[in-house]
């Protein structure tokens, strides 16, 4: 069992930044893969970023890509999501999520991953 919480939500104006903080449970978190993904009021749960176990497979949305950076500390259990030039697009309650999948590669479908957080809502103002 795996329980991940997020934190580091809030309100922004456009073009401001928040750093999104995920942290587990447990003594494997080095072996999972995590994930950040966000829904908006309507419409589907969308992926957002992925970084592997060892962080050398990385993956953004193109929506994303030059303006989110996904890390993570296996130390400390936590991984990071660094949200830069927001716009108010980027308004969702963003959850990071685990894929315990011993595979290397990050996964991008939300059916993949196995444990989610509460979500923490994330709302950008024009």
């Known amino acids: 069992q795996v329980q991940l919480v997020e934190s580091g939500g809030g309100l922004v104006q456009a073009g401001g930044s928040l750093r999104l903080s995920c942290t587990a449970s447990?003594?494997?978190?080095?072996?999972?893969?995590m994930g950040w993904f966000r829904q908006a009021r309507g419409k589907e749960r969308e992926f957002v970023a992925g970084?592997?176990?060892?962080?050398?497979?990385?993956v953004y949305a193109d929506s994303v890509k030059g303006r989110f950076t996904i890390s993570r500390d296996n130390a400390e259990n936590t991984v990071y999501l660094q949200m830069n030039s927001l716009k108010p697009e980027d308004t969702a309650v963003y959850y990071c999520?685990?894929?315990?999948?011993?595979?290397?590669?990050?996964?991008?479908?939300?059916?993949?991953?196995?444990?989610w957080g509460q979500g923490t809502q994330v709302t950008v103002s024009s």
């Open positions: 447990g003594r494997a978190f080095g072996v999972y893969a």
């Open positions: 970084v592997s176990r060892s962080s050398l497979d990385i």
């Open positions: 999520a685990a894929d315990i999948n011993l595979g290397s590669r990050v996964r991008i479908v939300v059916d993949d991953y196995n444990y």
